[in-house]
């Protein structure tokens, strides 16, 4: 899987970098987008992360000119601004999604996850991670071809964790993604305890071979047993 | 009490005791007149008198008065030696008026052929009480027309005069540094006006760069914060994955993570708010109020189960609204999540829509809150480690947007009213 990210802010370039590359994906950068017009020309990338507030030039002009070059890689606009406009406009221009700064790497996980899903849906929209086997079409987790009954918050963070499998996912990005952005504010994350234990309990009884882990303090980890 | 008012009030006053003296004044000058001619009129009918008598010698046994206006008295010498002119006033009885009249008399003594007399001679006179009765109505007339004439004048000349400047007052009533409009000022010739018209100018156009410039500023601080925020946060998520962190250090960093996570938060909510502010929210839709309040209770049904917190909805009345979504959501996310966060644990929140009207109630430890702090920006009733003490705000700031009323009462239970 190739990636581009087109982010002027060095720093946060080589986050997101990181997180990617531990993901696996071929991952290209550029800083502006001069140097991001000459990568779309010669490659073909399969998503493409777009800051659309780089100084001194409109990034929506970039969705503007890939859609003239009838070029669909799939684009993560992302953009400190957080303006409704700028998402709408954005995503009528043919962007896939649209992601607000500050996010959690958990977060833009899932969302690429969910970009080369949809791109590659011809195939496979089943996930399998050791016994584990989730549909994600009909939202039904398998384990060992047996159907677990999960509620619908119990699949949303099943499905969450396992798009970033072996990685620690923070709680309050479990919490945003799960229940909404508006729960951010609320005392306590551990409200979010009661549906990861019936999880638990649920994987346990059926001898998954994964589990759900507890990183004290941060977040949840889905490791193999 | 009103400018006019108070201008009548002592114009009044003034009036009143003005009139009191010159009232006085006058009377005793006017009675000093009176005085003065009649007994001119008295001292001429002496002459005449005496004069007659000395044609007539037979006058000179006019004792008593009877049809005529003077008596005249054989005397002797030794008695009238010390006599002058006197004049007195003194009481008659008049048969037309059928009591007794005061009368202005004069008394004197004239010799005529060696013999001696003594001559009164009387004239009617002014009856006093009459003349005070008759002074005072005219002059209580008078005050009363003076005091109506002062008022209408006030009312009318005065209102005219300044009428500038009430005009200024009632737009600086209306003013709303919010609403980022200046004022127009009318015209005016008096000069105070102009003056006072332009450094209420100069001092509005001031405010309302500062408060322009204060919220820009707010806006571009959030806005640059953002980005270091992003970056820190998820170098800190990288460094947690970690493998060799000790539960110790990872304890560090869930900390520092979970601050971190608060000031954006606390970031985010101030951002919103100069977007709010700034009119930033422009799209609007015909929004199913009940419809949304019913989404939102369904999001937090978990986080208010996990406080054992049963939230009951009363009531199933239809209420639209042309608002913009995303802050019709925030709106009541804020009301609804602050009655469960601060909602005692094992209690009831009930969120009430009667008629326009949607009620949200909670039972919590604390008294009735400040109602004038409630709303204001990082206003905190407890400390709480989690809260931006901003949602309120958010509240209000998008109730006052779209015109709704946002009310806090409290009746052993705190009780948040948004009416229609």
């Given at each position: 899987?190739?990636?581009l990210?087109i982010?002027?802010e060095?720093?946060m370039?080589?986050n997101?970098?990181q997180?990617l590359?531990?993901?696996?994906?071929?991952?290209?950068?550029?800083t502006d987008?001069?140097?991001a017009f000459?990568?779309?020309?010669v490659?073909?990338?399969?998503c493409?992360l777009?800051d659309?507030?780089?100084?001194?030039?409109?990034g929506?002009e970039?969705l503007?000119?890939?859609?003239?070059?009838?070029?669909?890689?799939?684009v993560?606009?992302?953009s400190?601004?957080?303006?409704?406009d700028?998402?709408?406009?954005?995503l009528?221009l043919g962007a896939?999604?649209?992601?607000?700064k500050?996010f959690?790497?958990a977060?833009?996980?899932?969302?690429?996850?969910?970009i080369?899903?949809?791109?590659?849906?011809?195939?496979n929209t089943f996930?399998q991670?050791?016994n584990?086997?989730?549909?994600?079409e009909?939202?039904i987790?398998f384990?060992?071809?047996e159907?677990?009954?999960?509620?619908?918050?119990?699949f949303?963070i099943?499905f969450?964790l396992t798009?970033n499998?072996?990685?620690?996912?923070?709680?309050?990005?479990?919490?945003?993604?799960v229940?909404g952005?508006?729960?951010d504010?609320?005392?306590s994350?551990?409200?979010?305890y009661?549906?990861i234990k019936?999880?638990?309990?649920k994987?346990?009884?059926?001898?998954a071979?994964?589990?759900?882990?507890?990183?004290?303090?941060?977040g949840?980890k889905l490791v193999?047993? | 009490?009103?400018?006019l008012?108070?201008?009548?009030?002592?114009?009044?006053a003034?009036?009143?005791?003005a009139?009191?003296?010159?009232t006085?004044?006058f009377?005793?000058?006017m009675?000093?007149?009176?005085?003065?001619?009649?007994d001119?009129?008295?001292?001429?009918?002496?002459?005449?008198?005496?004069n007659?008598?000395?044609?007539?010698?037979?006058?000179?046994h006019?004792t008593?008065?009877?049809?005529?206006?003077?008596t005249?008295?054989p005397t002797?010498?030794?008695?009238?030696?010390?006599v002058?002119?006197?004049y007195?006033?003194t009481l008659m009885y008049m048969?037309?008026?059928?009591d007794?009249e005061?009368?202005?008399l004069?008394?004197?003594?004239?010799?005529?052929?060696?013999?001696y007399?003594?001559?009164?001679?009387i004239?009617?006179?002014?009856?006093e009480?009459?003349?005070?009765?008759?002074?005072?109505?005219?002059i209580l007339w008078?005050?009363?027309?003076?005091v109506v004439?002062?008022?209408?004048?006030?009312?009318w000349?005065l209102r005219?005069?300044?009428?500038?400047?009430?005009s200024v007052?009632t737009?600086?009533?209306?003013?709303n540094?919010?609403?980022e409009q200046?004022?127009?000022?009318?015209?005016t010739?008096i000069?105070?006006?102009q003056?006072?018209?332009h450094q209420?100018?100069?001092l509005?156009?001031?405010?309302?760069d500062?408060y322009?410039?204060q919220?820009?500023?707010?806006e571009?601080?959030?806005?640059e914060l953002q980005?270091?925020?992003?970056?820190?946060?998820?170098?800190?998520?990288?460094?947690a994955?970690?493998?060799?962190l000790?539960?110790k250090?990872?304890?560090l960093?869930a900390?520092?993570?979970?601050?971190?996570?608060?000031?954006?938060?606390?970031?985010?909510?101030?951002l919103?708010l100069?977007?709010?502010?700034n009119?930033?929210f422009?799209?609007e839709?015909?929004?199913n109020?009940?419809?949304?309040?019913?989404?939102?209770?369904?999001d937090?049904?978990?986080?208010a189960?996990?406080?054992?917190?049963?939230?009951?909805?009363v009531?199933k009345n239809?209420i639209?609204?042309?608002i913009?979504k995303?802050?019709a959501?925030?709106?009541?996310?804020n009301?609804?999540?602050n009655?469960?966060v601060h909602a005692?644990?094992n209690?009831?929140v009930k969120i009430?829509?009667?008629?326009?009207?949607?009620?949200?109630e909670?039972?919590?430890?604390?008294?009735?809150?400040?109602e004038?702090?409630?709303?204001?920006?990082?206003y905190?009733?407890?400390?709480?480690k989690n809260s931006?003490g901003?949602?309120?705000?958010?509240a209000?700031?998008i109730a006052?947007?779209?015109d709704?009323?946002l009310t806090?009462?409290?009746?052993?239970?705190?009780?948040?009213?948004?009416?229609?």
């Amino acid at each position: 899987m190739k990636v581009l990210i087109i982010e002027d802010e060095e720093e946060m370039l080589q986050n997101m970098k990181q997180t990617l590359e531990k993901e696996c994906y071929l991952v290209e950068t550029a800083t502006d987008y001069d140097s991001a017009f000459l990568k779309i020309g010669v490659y073909e990338y399969d998503c493409i992360l777009l800051d659309i507030s780089l100084p001194g030039q409109n990034g929506l002009e970039i969705l503007k000119e890939l859609k003239k070059r009838g070029i669909s890689d799939g684009v993560i606009i992302v953009s400190a601004k957080n303006s409704l406009d700028d998402k709408l406009e954005g995503l009528h221009l043919g962007a896939d999604d649209y992601l607000p700064k500050p996010f959690h790497m958990a977060e833009l996980n899932a969302r690429i996850k969910a970009i080369f899903r949809r791109r590659n849906l011809k195939g496979n929209t089943f996930i399998q991670i050791e016994n584990l086997k989730i549909d994600i079409e009909n939202r039904i987790a398998f384990i060992e071809g047996e159907e677990l009954l999960l509620n619908r918050k119990e699949f949303d963070i099943l499905f969450y964790l396992t798009s970033n499998r072996n990685r620690l996912v923070n709680k309050t990005a479990l919490a945003e993604h799960v229940w909404g952005d508006h729960i951010d504010q609320t005392d306590s994350f551990d409200f979010i305890y009661s549906q990861i234990k019936n999880l638990r309990k649920k994987l346990k009884d059926h001898q998954a071979q994964v589990e759900v882990k507890a990183i004290y303090g941060i977040g949840y980890k889905l490791v193999s047993l | 009490m009103k400018l006019l008012n108070y201008t009548t009030k002592y114009f009044a006053a003034i009036l009143l005791f003005a009139l009191l003296i010159f009232t006085v004044i006058f009377y005793f000058q006017m009675l000093d007149e009176i005085y003065d001619s009649l007994d001119d009129g008295l001292e001429n009918q002496k002459i005449l008198v005496i004069n007659k008598a000395k044609k007539d010698p037979s006058i000179l046994h006019k004792t008593s008065f009877e049809d005529g206006y003077y008596t005249i008295h054989p005397t002797s010498y030794s008695q009238i030696k010390e006599v002058k002119d006197s004049y007195r006033d003194t009481l008659m009885y008049m048969l037309n008026e059928k009591d007794y009249e005061p009368v202005r008399l004069l008394e004197t003594a004239f010799r005529q052929d060696g013999k001696y007399y003594k001559l009164k001679v009387i004239t009617s006179m002014v009856e006093e009480d009459d003349l005070i009765e008759d002074l005072f109505y005219s002059i209580l007339w008078l005050y009363i027309g003076l005091v109506v004439g002062i008022l209408l004048l006030n009312n009318w000349v005065l209102r005219r005069l300044w009428q500038p400047f009430y005009s200024v007052l009632t737009k600086l009533k209306n003013f709303n540094i919010e609403k980022e409009q200046g004022i127009d000022f009318e015209n005016t010739n008096i000069e105070e006006f102009q003056l006072l018209n332009h450094q209420i100018k100069k001092l509005l156009q001031k405010s309302i760069d500062s408060y322009k410039a204060q919220k820009q500023f707010i806006e571009n601080a959030s806005h640059e914060l953002q980005t270091p925020l992003a970056i820190s946060l998820n170098k800190l998520e990288l460094l947690a994955e970690k493998e060799e962190l000790s539960p110790k250090n990872i304890e560090l960093l869930a900390s520092v993570l979970e601050n971190l996570e608060r000031m954006t938060r606390l970031n985010q909510a101030l951002l919103l708010l100069s977007k709010i502010d700034n009119k930033q929210f422009v799209e609007e839709e015909n929004l199913n109020i009940t419809e949304t309040i019913h989404q939102i209770v369904n999001d937090f049904l978990d986080f208010a189960k996990h406080r054992n917190i049963e939230i009951s909805i009363v009531g199933k009345n239809l209420i639209q609204k042309h608002i913009n979504k995303d802050l019709a959501i925030i709106l009541f996310t804020n009301l609804i999540k602050n009655a469960i966060v601060h909602a005692t644990l094992n209690s009831i929140v009930k969120i009430s829509i009667e008629g326009e009207k949607i009620n949200i109630e909670n039972i919590a430890e604390t008294g009735k809150l400040d109602e004038q702090q409630l709303f204001s920006r990082f206003y905190k009733v407890n400390t709480r480690k989690n809260s931006t003490g901003l949602g309120l705000a958010i509240a209000k700031a998008i109730a006052e947007k779209y015109d709704l009323k946002l009310t806090y009462a409290y009746q052993n239970k705190h009780i948040f009213t948004v009416s229609f």
